[in-house]
């Protein structure tokens, strides 16, 4: 079955360190995009990228980074520069159409003390 | 620039009651429209969409109308069960790029 992977879904970190949040898709799809969602409240989106080797700032890209080397693969490293890194983040991949829907992963809870 | 408005919520109903849950939006151009549901803990899953003015989509059991005149996508289902509890997102879609979305909406089910 085609979907997104996410992993690991729980993650636990000490202050000042970097961590990285694996996200991967079969479905082919160009464009991938990384949100943050902190309790009981809506997305905000961190950086996308259109297609391999390029991509742009989201809405509150400042701690974090990406990269993508392969269609398939897109990870977020949050950095210790992240003031308020601890969220429940969300990975997801669409067709480059403007009528394509977003398709989700089941996210990571990363929680840094 | 575009936006997405849901009400707020949560909206609280007893089982088998009529849902409405109301979402506007501003954009530029004619946009593509989105509702997805999101379960505790899990990620938003695509519930319904309607790509042009007076596209109708619906999903198990739920509705809703792209009325180009009111710039309006209404969420609507006839009766509601306790499994519907979740929160509930508008968005939209405009280019290529990225989709805009509402704040969400938490819908909570009674028996």
């Known amino acids: 079955d085609g979907g997104i992977t996410q992993s690991p879904k729980y993650l636990f970190r000490k202050e000042g360190q970097n961590v990285t949040l694996s996200c991967e898709q079969n479905?082919?799809?160009?464009?991938m995009y990384w949100y943050r969602q902190d309790p009981g409240q809506g997305l905000r989106l961190i950086y996308y990228?259109?297609?391999?080797?390029?991509?742009q700032k989201g809405d509150i890209a400042e701690g974090y980074s990406v990269s993508r080397e392969k269609k398939e693969s897109f990870p977020l490293t949050v950095t210790s520069a992240q003031k308020n890194p601890t969220a429940f983040y969300l990975c997801?991949?669409?067709?480059?159409?403007?009528?394509?829907?977003?398709?989700f992963g089941n996210g990571t809870r990363l929680t840094v003390t | 620039g575009n936006s997405v408005t849901q009400m707020e919520g949560p909206v609280t109903l007893s089982e088998e009651a009529f849902l409405t849950i109301n979402c506007t939006y501003t954009?530029?151009?004619?946009?593509?429209l989105f509702w997805y549901v999101q379960y505790p803990g899990e990620g938003l899953q695509l519930l319904l969409k309607?790509?042009?003015?007076?596209d109708k989509g619906s999903n198990k059991g739920f509705e809703a109308t792209y009325r180009k005149e009111t710039t309006s996508f209404h969420l609507e289902k006839g009766s509601v069960q306790v499994s519907d509890s979740a929160v509930y997102f508008c968005?939209?879609?405009?280019?290529?790029?990225?989709?805009?979305f509402g704040t969400g909406t938490r819908l909570q089910v009674f028996p």
């Open positions: 997801a991949s669409r067709y480059r159409d403007r009528n394509s829907p977003l398709h």
């Open positions: 479905l082919n799809h160009d464009a």
């Open positions: 990228s259109q297609i391999v080797n390029d991509f």
């Open positions: 954009a530029t151009g004619y946009p593509s």
């Open positions: 309607a790509t042009k003015a007076d």
């Open positions: 968005a939209l879609s405009e280019s290529t790029d990225k989709l805009i």
